[in-house]
């Protein structure tokens, strides 16, 4: 049996990234040309990043982070949305320069966020109905195996194994296996 290729995730949207830099460079108080150095990068190379423009690596947004001394996950996570599904092997993803190694941030967790993380394995049958947590409250969630139908009422979604999805956590949501030994990871954040 021959395997098929995994399938490239698509590259990010740089506008994304430029709204990112532009954001944190400034809230750091830096030049472009301070960042650059700090980050051992170009000038212009930073500067067609802002400008929306190049196919930055895993290395060099990784050292534009540290340099301004944000998580990668800023520079790179898209803007929100209230209920947001990541398919296996879709999203967009930041290759490296060293390694057949592609990144794809799922999530990342915001400044003064604490998150819960549990392993549920459940069966086909009666959906878990959730109340709502306290305010402020997201849920991530990636399937392991089987499948699942979770969210919030009116806007659930079914997912395979490796898709990803995140939604209001303080509102009304429910969980139900649709396939025998399905499991799933559940990262419940707080703010």
């Known amino acids: 049996m021959t395997e098929s290729p995994a399938r490239t995730p698509d590259r990010l949207p740089m506008e994304w990234i430029a709204a990112s830099l532009k954001r944190e460079r400034a809230r750091a108080g ?15 190379t930073l500067s067609q990043l802002e400008a929306g423009s ?46 057949s190694f592609v990144g794809t941030l799922l999530s990342a967790c915001p400044p003064g966020a604490r998150r819960d993380i549990f392993q549920i394995r459940a069966e086909p049958g009666s959906a878990r109905e959730a ?6 409250t997201v849920e991530h969630l990636i399937v392991g195996t089987g499948r699942v139908k979770a969210g919030p009422s009116g806007e659930e979604a ?3 194994p490796g898709d990803y999805m995140t939604y209001r956590g303080d509102v ?20």
Do not use: C
């Open 30 to 44: 830096l030049s472009l040309s301070e960042l650059a150095k700090r980050a051992g990068i170009a000038k212009s």
């Open 54 to 99: 190049g196919n930055p690596s895993v290395e060099t947004i990784w050292a534009l982070g540290v340099a301004l001394g944000v998580p990668f996950g800023t520079l790179v996570e898209p803007p929100t949305q209230s209920v947001q599904v990541i398919r296996a092997g879709e999203g967009p993803g930041v290759a490296s320069e060293q390694a």
């Open 131 to 136: 109340e709502p947590h306290i305010p402020g």
């Open 158 to 160: 079914e997912l395979a």
């Open 172 to 191: 009304a949501h429910s969980y139900q296996a649709l396939a025998p030994d399905t499991t799933f990871v559940l990262i419940m954040q707080h703010t």
